[in-house]
């Protein structure tokens, strides 16, 4: 079995930079779109949109303060 430790360092940096690449190609890809928008109006001045955004936000730090205190606390050990 292998893991992605046993890749030879060089397979691992090409695909860093494939991935790179990649997200190079699809910001390419977005950007006249995003450009194109209006944001303030669409999200900053809407209240339904900005209420949502929060609570995204939110639910997002919360989820990420439980993995940390749970990896912290309670950390995965192997089993082997």
């Known amino acids: ?8 360092p060089y397979i691992q ?3 860093i930079a ?7 190609v699809f910001i390419m890809l977005i950007w006249p779109h995003l450009k194109q928008e209006k944001w303030r109006e669409k999200f ?3 209240r339904t ?23 912290a606390f309670f950390p995965v050990e192997r089993l082997d």
């Not at 079995?1 to 030879?8: A, G, K, R, V």
Request: net charge negative.
């Open 18 to 24: 494939i991935q790179l690449a990649a997200v190079g």
């Open 49 to 71: 949109a900005r209420s949502i955004i929060i609570v995204f936000v939110l639910i997002f730090l919360f989820l990420y303060g439980m993995s940390a205190f749970f990896d």
């Open 1 to 8: 079995m292998m893991i992605e430790t046993d890749l030879p």
């Open 44 to 46: 900053i001045e809407n």
């Open 13 to 15: 940096y090409l695909l």
